[in-house]
């Protein structure tokens, strides 16, 4: 049974046991409601909740503990030389993985039975999965076979039991859920005690998940700086990378390259950004605002990557003909800083936009009657009425811009090269931290060496630097808004 089959089933058996308790309590009332406490759909609910809720729980905990359990059971039949570090042992269990998928093919395909896998030996599995012709699984070592096998019987077996326990689960609370259905039940404060849990429970959703990410990214930094020297790191100023030692992982470049592209990309998107929205909340007309503003968002559903082609494609040689070498002579390559800042700066614009005209709009009406009654103009309303009210919540907007354009990647790969360089020329190429997370990522690599966990001590320094920025952003938004309040 599939994943969504599998909630299906409990949904329907969590709808079963909705209707049953609603009409049981009915029944028990002779269908006079005013005897019941709670209304019936609330008895309903209560039965509902009961049935679906531990059991998805159950069923979700399980899916991602599962694969966990299973790797840890397959890796331990991987011994020896070859499995020593944790890099080979996750290297040998993506192989495990492969030879899994390909030992299910073959019984999908009918050409291996999986009553016989088990008696199969090693040999003989060996020569089926070569008849399967993936060169990837010639001569496969005969330890992997044997994780592969135990990787496949302890993935059935932790199946079948999660199918089992989610179902017997659904139905108990299904049971206890009508059992309990009585006019004299307090079905609605149960249900809404339950709905309440359930939305900390969401709410608590976002919090974990940044706590799990952080923590991530600090062992694993920890571990980097147990191999790598933390000075050189920070102080260094050459990002030369060797997988075959001898690295030299300084960040000085990629945060320089980083802060360079996103401050031209600001230069770009804030004023842009920030006189549409003046014009279309204080200037346009209603019809033209209707049309203009939801066109502009339109730029925030188009996907990086093609952002990132525009500026390889368009941007980049517009801007060699006139300063490259056609022109001007100062720009060696279509990849450069200008060429990643200008098309980032166009992707920021709806963000800086959108969400200032929606601070702009919320400025109380009685500001500006009160300034037009003093006799100011509609643009010194706008000057020293409505923009400093409305200053908070603009640099809200260019923060989520500025953080926007420190994270990006697709864009700074296709337009700002690969250089690792410190320059104030605009026309060079450079990179920044997250395009390098990604290429030291990339590949079967080592995670057990420098050259890979410098990854990790790349993202956490770009959460410190971000996290810096929002404090920075807090403690302006304070101020100012004690300021006009």
């Known amino acids: 049974m599939s994943f969504g089959t599998l909630i299906l089933a409990v949904i329907v058996i969590a709808a079963g046991a909705f209707f049953l308790s609603r009409r049981k309590v009915l029944g028990l009332a002779d269908g006079d409601r005013r005897r019941l406490h709670s209304l019936p759909h609330y008895h309903g609910m209560h039965a509902l909740l009961l049935a679906a809720v531990p059991a998805l729980l159950l069923l ?14 397959a890796v331990s039949h991987l011994s020896g030389e070859n499995y020593d570090t944790s890099g080979e042992r996750s290297l040998a269990m993506s192989e495990v993985r492969r030879v899994a998928d390909a030992i299910d093919g073959l019984i999908k395909g009918g050409k291996l039975n999986s009553d016989d896998l088990d ?49 017997l689960l659904a139905l108990a609370g299904a049971a206890y859920g009508y059992s309990v259905a009585h006019p004299d039940l307090r ?23 940044t706590f799990g990410i952080v923590l991530s990214l600090l062992f694993n930094t920890i571990e980097f700086f147990r191999i790598y020297p933390a000075h050189e790191f920070f102080l260094n ?7 075959g030692g001898g690295s030299d992982l300084g960040i000085i470049p990629l945060l320089w390259g980083t802060l360079y592209i ?37 730029l925030t559903g188009i996907p990086t990557i093609v952002y990132g082609l525009f500026a390889l494609l368009i941007v980049g040689p517009a801007l060699s003909s006139v300063y490259g070498r056609g022109g001007l002579g100062w720009m060696p390559s279509d990849t450069a800083v200008i060429t990643a800042g200008l098309v980032m700066g166009i992707m920021l614009i709806p963000f800086v936009s959108s969400l200032s005209d929606d601070v702009i709009n919320a400025v109380p009406q009685s500001m500006r009657d009160g300034s037009y009654g003093l006799g100011a103009t509609k643009s010194e309303t706008v000057r020293k009425v409505i923009v400093p009210a409305a200053l908070p919540g603009i640099v809200g907007a260019i923060l989520l811009a500025a953080s926007r354009a420190i994270g990006e990647t697709m864009i700074v790969v ?40 410098v990854a ?26 004690e300021q006009y309040e």
Not at 136 to 157: C, K
Request: aromatic share 8%; glycine share 6%.
């Open 456 to 481: 990790f001590a790349l993202g956490m320094t770009l959460f410190v630097v971000t996290l810096g920025l929002n404090i920075v952003a807090l403690a302006i938004v304070r101020r100012y808004r």
């Open 262 to 298: 996103s401050f031209i990309a600001l230069l770009v998107a804030v004023p842009l950004g920030l006189f549409s929205a003046i014009y279309l909340a204080e200037y346009a007309h209603p019809k033209f605002r209707s049309v203009a503003k939801p066109l502009l968002e339109v």
């Open 414 to 453: 296709l337009g700002a090269g690969a250089a690792a360089r410190m320059s104030l020329n605009p026309f060079e190429a450079m990179t920044t931290v997250t395009a390098k997370i990604v290429s030291q990522l990339t590949g079967d690599a080592d995670f057990a060496s420098p050259e890979a966990l």
């Open 119 to 167: 008696g199969l030996s090693i040999d003989d599995l060996g020569r089926r999965l070569e008849e399967t012709g993936i060169p990837v699984l010639a001569d496969v070592p005969p330890q992997i076979l044997d994780s592969a096998r135990t990787y496949r019987s302890a993935s059935a077996a932790g199946d079948l039991i999660k199918i089992g326990l989610v179902l």
């Open 237 to 243: 100023l050459t990002w030369s990378p060797s997988f």
């Open 60 to 73: 979700f905990a399980w899916s991602v503990l599962q694969p966990v359990v299973v790797d840890r059971t």
């Open 187 to 209: 079905a609605r404060n149960r249900t809404e005690m339950g709905v309440r849990a359930l939305l900390v429970a969401a709410a608590c959703v976002a919090i974990l998940t």
